[in-house]
């Protein structure tokens, strides 16, 4: 697909391709998001950023917040997954719904994150079909 593509042709193409991708191999998912951004071993300043340093609920623990916080992180994950192999990668969206998110008060900001997880995901995708043009990425969430 030329680079100049519209998003939509980008995303009709690779989505028209994946049923033949499905017929000819396996396709490789990511793993766990959770696991890998306890490896970072975040505080609750980590989780809170700049944005939500006033929040009057602790944060630590709302991973998909992190997007928004640490994008940085999230998009290193995606990477490392991609890296490995991957040929779909999850946004970190597990928990970005009201019901989930009104523990931590962020019920406001569910479609905020929600966005930000798909766009982190994409770049991610993208830059990986950048290097490989013949070899779809895909973001499921």
């Known amino acids: 697909m030329p680079e100049n593509a519209s998003l939509h042709e980008r995303r009709t193409g690779r989505t028209e391709r994946l049923p033949a ?8 998912l990511d793993g766990a998001m959770g696991t890998m951004i306890q490896r970072h071993e ?10 939500f340093g006033d ?5 630590r623990g709302a991973n998909d ?5 640490q994008p940085r992180i999230i998009s290193d994950i995606h990477t490392a997954y991609l890296d490995a192999g991957a040929d779909v990668i999850s946004t970190n969206t597990f928990n970005a719904t009201k019901v989930s998110l009104a523990d931590y008060g962020l019920e406001p900001v569910v479609g905020e ?9 994409r770049a991610a995708a993208d830059a990986f079909e950048k290097l490989d043009p013949t070899r779809p990425r ?3 969430g």
Not at 21 to 28: K, M, N, P, T
Not at 43 to 50: K, M, Q
Not at 55 to 59: F, K, T
Not at 65 to 69: C, D, I, N, Q, R
């Open 65 to 69: 917040l992190l997007v928004l916080t």
């Open 55 to 59: 929040h009057p609920s602790d944060l």
């Open 113 to 121: 994150l929600n966005e930000a997880a798909a766009r982190i995901a």
């Open 138 to 140: 895909f973001v499921a």
């Open 21 to 28: 991708l499905l017929r000819e191999r396996i396709l490789v």
């Open 42 to 51: 975040l505080s609750e300043a980590d989780f809170r950023g700049d944005r």
